[in-house]
């Protein structure tokens, strides 16, 4: 059995998924990791999987065992380099593949997540300095944060807390 030989590969942007797929089909034995994110979408919060690390994709080349060459390699479709100091590839311990494999698996959360509520609708804030109010939700701030309105001292104040802090009652 030959030695592993991972490498770092950057990838053009946005390509992580077209330079894995061209690269499996060369029987190359490649490792992209993958997160959870959540993204407002059309309104509603989403889950989406995400490139752990944007731009890049790691390879196992083994140029005896599959064929794949260091040329065949950066010439791949969707594929921008082969990161390394000067002429010489970066080598990406057996160790840490392993270890980003196992944090992958264990921290995959449920496909989809809740629907954002809409203007009016009553919500409890589930962490931060207002943890256990309740307030009104007022309007979305971005992508990844919403307003509410927290009545204090017989007043609404605006807050501005990320989409993952509130929670619609039922």
């Known amino acids: 059995m030959a030695v592993s030989n991972w490498l770092l590969l950057q990838v053009k942007p946005r390509q992580e998924t077209r330079a894995l797929e061209n690269l499996e089909r060369q029987n190359g034995d490649c490792y992209c990791p993958q997160i959870w994110v959540e993204k407002l979408s059309r309104g509603k919060r989403v889950q989406v999987e995400e490139a752990l690390f944007p731009g890049y994709l790691f390879i196992n080349a083994q140029p005896e065992v599959n064929g794949l060459s260091y040329t065949s390699i ?64 007022s309007h979305t701030d971005g992508m990844q944060r919403a307003v509410v309105l927290i009545s204090m001292l017989h007043q609404q104040t605006q807050a501005s807390l990320a989409n993952s802090h509130i929670k619609k009652l039922a």
């Open 74 to 137: 950066r010439s791949s479709r969707g594929v921008s380099k082969i990161v390394g100091f000067g002429m010489e590839p970066i080598k990406v311990p057996e160790e840490l593949i392993a270890q980003l494999r196992l944090r992958e698996a264990a921290g995959l959360p449920s496909a989809v997540a809740q629907d954002l509520p809409q203007k009016g609708d009553a919500v409890t804030i589930l962490e931060g300095p207002f943890k256990g109010l309740n307030a009104v939700f």
